[in-house]
């Protein structure tokens, strides 16, 4: 069975910086794509990156860039995510998502994935 976890969250402070992991099992990660999304209260899932199959593309979101760096390790079925110079609009549920993927791209739109983790929360506060 296919199983994400996530990990990685917690309390920062503004420019501060969490590594999150999102751990596959039950299935070759890769064979997939992956992708990570947020969700603050009150608004929709967004996505803030994603890796392809392989780890060649990625692809951020415009609020992240230059501070997030997405990577995979395949042979720990294991992708991260750095992210640097933290701001309070970062908080944010972040979540892991994957889908079985031929080509060498990733998509950061929620409809592109069909599976997903549970989450871990990330909160940016002085």
């Known amino acids: 069975q296919l199983q994400l976890v996530e990990s990685g969250g917690g309390l920062v402070q503004p420019g501060g910086s969490l590594r999150l992991s999102c751990a596959a099992s039950?299935?070759?990660?890769?064979?997939?794509?992956i992708g990570w999304f947020r969700q603050a209260p009150g608004k929709e899932r967004e996505g803030v990156s994603c890796?392809?199959?392989?780890?060649?593309?990625?692809n951020y979101a415009d609020s992240v860039k230059g501070r997030f760096t997405i990577s995979r390790d395949n042979a720990k079925n294991t992708v991260y995510l750095q992210m640097n110079s933290l701001k309070p609009e970062d908080t944010a549920v972040y979540y892991c998502?994957?889908?079985?993927?031929?080509?060498?791209?990733?998509?950061?739109?929620?409809?592109?994935?069909?599976?997903w983790g549970q989450g871990t929360q990330v909160m940016v506060s002085s």
């Open positions: 039950g299935f070759i990660s890769d064979y997939y794509a």
């Open positions: 998502a994957a889908r079985f993927s031929y080509g060498s791209s990733c998509g950061l739109g929620v409809g592109f994935y069909s599976s």
């Open positions: 890796i392809s199959r392989s780890g060649g593309s990625t």
